[in-house]
């Protein structure tokens, strides 16, 4: 297995991974070799089996406040597929954006998981994380097509 940043040409295997994990209504292929193609600052990981079969993927960005003297790693997605699962390639894709986020300068690492998604949480307490006394909120502030 390698992880490693994904580039544009990563594109169609991102929007397929993406859309079994996050639904069909997120960004498209062109989309996503756009923004891959653009600078930014989101750090992308691709897990690839032989063969150079897409596995799963990480995404995670570094926040930045005047509140904290050092940034905050925040993990936003963490998908494999169900049939890699339990084979550590999600632990393998922490390990690796958790050392790229320390490289950048993050003092801590968040990241947010589904109330009842329970193997999710059993890895990361196996990755050494713990459940925080927060809640998290969200709000639509326009309609995604």
């Given at each position: 297995m390698q992880i490693r940043f994904a580039t544009a040409q990563d594109?169609?295997?991102?929007?397929?991974?993406n859309a079994l994990f996050n639904g069909h209504h997120c960004?498209?292929?062109n989309q996503i070799a756009a923004?891959?193609?653009a600078p930014h600052s989101e750090i992308i990981l691709l897990a690839q089996q032989e063969q150079l079969l897409s596995i799963g993927f990480c995404c995670a960005q570094l926040?930045?406040?005047?509140?904290?003297?050092v940034p905050t790693g925040?993990?936003?997605e963490l998908y494999v597929l169900?049939?890699?699962?339990?084979?550590g390639v999600a632990a393998a894709l922490?390990?690796?954006?958790?050392?790229?986020?320390?490289?950048?300068?993050?003092?801590?690492?968040q990241?947010?998981?589904?109330?009842?998604?329970?193997?999710?949480?059993?890895l990361y307490t196996t990755c050494g994380y713990f459940r925080a006394q927060e809640c998290v909120y969200q709000k639509q502030l326009r309609q995604t097509e």
């Open positions: 594109a169609v295997a991102l929007y397929r991974l960004s498209s292929v923004f891959l193609s926040h930045h406040s005047f509140c904290y003297p925040i993990i936003s169900p049939e890699y699962r339990r084979q922490l390990t690796v954006v958790e050392a790229e986020l320390s490289y950048q300068g993050a003092g801590e690492l990241l947010c998981t589904g109330l009842e998604n329970f193997p999710a949480q059993q």
